[in-house]
């Protein structure tokens, strides 16, 4: 079947610091892969996303590269800011389906 | 673009009765729309698939006729808690897809359900 495993949090940074929160896959074919956003009290938001081995998801500073070798998609950013704090949400969508499977999410607190 | 709206934003419920909650995509038209559920903390967890005009499918595990769900229109997607209990109480997120826009799913604000 498919599933996603991320890295367990609570994550708590500095600002500037260096984020990386790792998250692999299970999946049958070449599944598109998701990075999802949730700010406190609001829905999830479509941070970045990657349809092909190889390819590099980026916005707002963030970046993920879908790694079909590992079946890896770990998220980035060089330089994190107290605004960057909430749950991020790694995700999967075969090929052929509508659903998406999501990991368990991370919780990312910057520091000012 | 891609706005999908929820409402309400949150509801508190006596034990017994029923709720609903309304899904709208403002910008596009929603060829398929799902509910999730998210319990504190934790992932969200699909509750069912709805395209328009047809029935809904239902994950493993989760009642039909405890959760209702109906896709009446391209822009509005509703699911009624019935017979709510305090165990009901969670966060109820929809979101939804069309075709035009590939396969990226839009997500609605939530609505926090309280049943007391």
């Known amino acids: 079947g498919n599933s996603v495993t991320q890295m367990e949090g609570p994550v708590t940074l500095s600002e500037e610091a260096f984020l990386t929160i790792n998250c692999t896959y299970t999946a049958t074919g070449y599944p598109s892969l998701f990075w999802y956003v949730q700010y406190p009290g609001e829905g999830l938001q479509l941070l970045l996303k990657a349809t092909k081995a190889d390819d590099k998801g980026s916005n707002k500073g963030f970046e993920a590269t879908y790694r079909k070798e590992t079946t890896s998609f770990h998220l980035e950013k060089g330089s994190v800011q107290v605004s960057d704090s909430a749950v991020y949400f790694c995700?999967?969508?075969?090929?052929?389906?509508?659903?998406?499977?999501f990991g368990s999410g991370t919780q990312l607190t910057v520091l000012p | 673009g891609a706005v999908v709206s929820q409402h309400p934003s949150w509801v508190i419920c006596k034990s017994g009765t029923s709720v609903k909650i309304e899904c709208r995509s403002l910008?596009?038209?929603?060829?398929?729309m799902f509910w999730y559920r998210q319990f504190p903390k934790q992932s969200l967890m699909l509750m069912a698939t709805s395209n328009e005009g047809s029935k809904a499918t239902y994950e493993q595990g989760v009642e039909k006729d405890k959760f209702l769900i109906n896709h009446a229109s391209l822009t509005l997607s509703t699911l009624t808690v019935t017979s709510a209990h305090p165990e009901d109480s969670s966060f109820y997120i929809c979101?939804?897809?069309?075709?035009?826009?590939?396969?990226?799913?839009?997500f609605g604000p939530g609505t926090r359900l309280t049943v007391l």
């Open positions: 995700a999967l969508k075969p090929g052929s389906a509508r659903q998406l499977t």
């Open positions: 910008d596009f038209q929603a060829t398929t």
């Open positions: 979101s939804a897809n069309s075709g035009v826009l590939g396969d990226t799913q839009y």
